[in-house]
């Protein structure tokens, strides 16, 4: 939303409460090559603009960024065995990108201890710890194409109009677990039953149905809302896809949580 529209929607209120109720979202950058990804020390509270800037190089980059519950260290959510579950609230983040991309989101942050941590798929993942201070939130949302719902249950919601293109809002709604939605290129004539058909295979050594070109919404905690700036992907079949684990370790595309999409 623009300054001119929020100060719109706003009318009838004095200049300076105008400023005070609906402050201009503020914006931060993270930035990460193949061994680092680093964060501003501080980060102001409410609705933030975060660019993941990625340098050229041969790691790809798929960031979340979670808030420490309070009480707890960073050091101590990284030493529990079920850190998503019981240590933190999982804010955002984008599915995989290529080195060297860039990756607009928009995030909800309350006052509080957080990290970032690059490639949670790999065994030394980069992180970089931050600080959420309190002051003037910004409650104006980006203006997104339609809103994409993860859950309740292992769903997801795709609303009519859908193209892999664009601002879109992800919610998701399911009370206990956290989900994403990676947006996956189909290899031709694979669809999202094979998908999850060649998941409970196990076999390691064939080759999945998809090209492995990832993007969109990383992980949301439960209850969670985040925006994502889709990069338009070349027309075809794709697949939204939660490869997040759940409590009894199953990541939840073995449990069908994967829907087609066309992008034309």
């Given at each position: 939303?623009?300054?001119?529209?929020?100060?719109?929607?706003?009318?009838?209120?004095?200049?300076?409460?105008?400023?005070?109720?609906?402050?201009?979202?503020?914006?931060?950058?993270?930035?990460?090559?193949?061994?680092?990804?680093?964060?501003?020390?501080?980060?102001?509270?409410?609705?933030?603009?975060?660019?993941?800037?990625?340098?050229?190089?041969?790691?790809?980059?798929?960031?979340?960024?979670a808030r420490l519950n309070d009480g707890v260290s960073f050091e101590e959510?990284?030493?529990?065995?079920?850190?998503?579950?019981?240590?933190?609230?999982?804010?955002?983040?984008?599915?995989?990108?290529?080195?060297?991309?860039?990756?607009?989101?928009?995030m909800n942050l309350e006052p509080g201890n957080y990290f970032v941590l690059d490639n949670p798929q790999n065994e030394r993942s980069p992180t970089d710890t931050f600080t959420v201070v309190d002051g003037p939130r910004s409650t104006v949302e980006p203006e997104a194409k339609g809103t994409v719902h993860l859950g309740p249950g292992m769903s997801i919601h795709v609303p009519e109009g859908f193209d892999g293109r664009g601002v879109w809002k992800f919610v998701n709604d399911d009370p206990a677990e956290s989900h994403e939605a990676a947006l996956v290129r189909m290899k031709p004539g694979q669809h999202a039953a094979d998908v999850v058909e060649w998941f409970h295979a196990g076999d390691e050594s064939a080759p999945p149905p998809f090209d492995g070109d990832f993007g969109s919404m990383g992980a949301l905690g439960p209850g969670e809302t985040a925006w994502i700036t889709l990069q338009p992907g070349e027309p075809g079949d794709y697949v939204l896809i939660c490869f997040v684990p759940g409590r009894d370790g199953i990541p939840h595309v073995g449990k069908g949580m994967v829907t087609d999409i066309t992008v034309e």
């Open positions: 939303m623009t300054a001119v529209a929020a100060i719109a929607a706003l009318a009838g209120c004095g200049s300076e409460d105008r400023a005070a109720a609906q402050p201009d979202r503020r914006h931060i950058t993270f930035r990460a090559d193949d061994t680092s990804v680093t964060a501003p020390e501080q980060v102001p509270s409410g609705l933030v603009d975060i660019t993941l800037e990625t340098a050229a190089g041969k790691q790809v980059h798929h960031i979340f960024v959510a990284m030493a529990d065995e079920e850190p998503f579950f019981t240590k933190m609230t999982i804010k955002g983040g984008n599915g995989v990108v290529a080195a060297g991309t860039r990756v607009e989101m928009t």
